[in-house]
């Protein structure tokens, strides 16, 4: 295998771990998201409004 091959492998493989990761970052984010809905906290919206979760 040639160094240029190689490099272009590392190269797309790293793009997909970090692919991944940004996956895993938001559903992680989505989940945390729900569960202070779930509790009933009051957060500050847009423009200033509150919102019940």
Known sequence: MGPEL???MIINRTAELREE???HRRARQ???AKKVRSQGERRRGFFGKFSAA
Do not use: E, K, R, S
């Open 6 to 8: 190689h490099l272009q």
């Open 21 to 23: 990761a940004d996956n």
């Open 30 to 32: 989505i989940q945390a």
